[in-house]
């Protein structure tokens, strides 16, 4: 059931999910367009065209999800990039100091709920994280969390993929957040 909840003054509602089948499950169920759906829109998705997420969203052909390593291994070290990003400095020994000090310039509440605005109620998202105090920004702010590997790395060296850069705007949005950082681990 979708419980109230609040971010930046704005209203949110959230589904809590409490295993990834569960989660899925949920996700599957919802009418409209998430995050990560963002960059398929655009057409910016090598992976999956717009027409297939159209028939998909339709129900002309079958949402499954299958896994690969690459989601995989992200999922698995999320919570890790996290707590690097709670500690990180771009000089590596204020970042070590940080760390065995238990310093943290930046803290993130993991968000594992699926969340929607309900002024957006074709809009839905999962976010890694919301930063609820950082060093540098006022507010709390969202986190999404990547791990690159050495096989699509090529695509990181200009920079985040664009696709990405769509998904945190529209996880700025719902939450009107006015700030976002991406935290990539390679």
Not at 35 to 54: A, H, P, Q
Not at 161 to 170: C, D, G, N, T
């Amino acid at each position: 059931m979708w419980q109230k909840g609040e971010w930046n003054g704005g209203v949110i509602e959230e589904i809590e999910t409490n295993t990834r089948e569960e989660w899925l499950t949920v996700r599957n169920s919802l009418d409209g367009i998430g995050g990560s759906e963002c960059g398929t829109v655009l057409g910016l998705d090598s992976y999956k065209s717009r027409i297939r997420l159209f028939y998909q969203k339709i129900g002309l052909v079958p949402n499954v999800y299958t896994d690969n390593i690459y989601a995989f291994m992200g999922r698995m070290l999320e919570d890790t990039i996290v707590e690097l990003y709670e500690h990180y400095d771009e000089d590596e020994a204020v970042m070590l100091f940080n760390h065995a000090n238990g310093i943290k310039p930046r803290k993130v509440e993991i968000r594992k709920n699926i969340m929607r605005n309900p002024d957006y109620p074709g809009l839905f998202m999962n976010v890694d994280g919301r930063v609820i105090e950082h060093d540098k920004h006022e507010g709390a702010g969202v986190l999404e969390c990547k791990q690159v590997s050495g096989q699509v790395a090529a695509k990181w060296e200009m920079g985040f993929p664009v696709k990405y850069l769509a998904q945190v705007q529209h996880y700025m949005l719902l939450p009107s957040t006015e700030w976002a950082e991406l935290a990539q681990l390679t």
